[in-house]
């Protein structure tokens, strides 16, 4: 690979670096071409890429963005997973991807400019998706009016009741 092509490839990388709302840093060492394609696609269903990158190409690639802060990470065979959109559905798939494969490793993540350990990760995945959260706010956003129109509509049908049932009362006591 050439120094023109070195340099594509770092400058591709840092403007995706600049547009992923989550980079996740992992070891692949280990992993067999299958596993590797099938992580791909799992990552690929969940809005998310998983790309292989010479360390020394990571370095250049995050040095105008917030990824720097895990530069001191990259050592070793590293491969990163990054998405523009939902950060729980890629945290999500590695970690489900690392209890079927014992030779995967996840290190480190960049989550909205702030450094995220395993354990972050992990806890994030453990997150219900951004389709889920929004539907739940939603959802408690509709309940509120709801409630209130209930609880507004139920003093005039009390008062109506009251009413009644005074005027039952004096019926009959006039009949009686």
């Known amino acids: 690979m050439d120094i023109t092509e070195k340099k594509r490839i770092a400058e591709d990388l840092e403007a ?22 099938a992580l791909r696609r799992k990552l690929r269903e969940a809005d998310a890429e998983y790309q292989v990158v010479k360390n020394s190409l990571l370095v250049r690639a995050s040095e105008s963005n917030d990824v720097a802060l895990i ?6 065979p590293s491969a990163v997973a990054l998405s523009n959109g939902d950060p729980v ?3 999500k798939v590695l970690t489900e991807f690392v209890k079927e494969n014992d030779k995967f490793e996840i290190k480190v993540g960049v989550l909205n400019g702030k450094m995220i ?10 997150l219900p998706s951004r389709e889920v959260l929004l539907a739940q706010v939603l959802s408690a956003m509709n309940a509120v009016p709801t409630a209130l129109v209930t609880a507004l509509s139920d003093v005039p049908r009390r008062m109506v009741n009251v009413i009644q ?3 039952d ?3 009959a006591e006039a009949e009686g």
């Open 16 to 37: 995706r670096f600049k547009k992923s709302s989550i980079v996740i840093l992992t070891d692949y060492k280990g992993l067999d071409v299958a596993s590797m394609n």
């Open 71 to 76: 530069k001191d990470q990259f050592k070793g």
């Open 89 to 91: 559905a890629p945290a």
């Open 117 to 126: 350990d395993v354990n972050g990760i992990k806890a994030l995945s453990a």
């Open 165 to 167: 049932a005074i005027k």
């Open 169 to 171: 009362k004096k019926e």
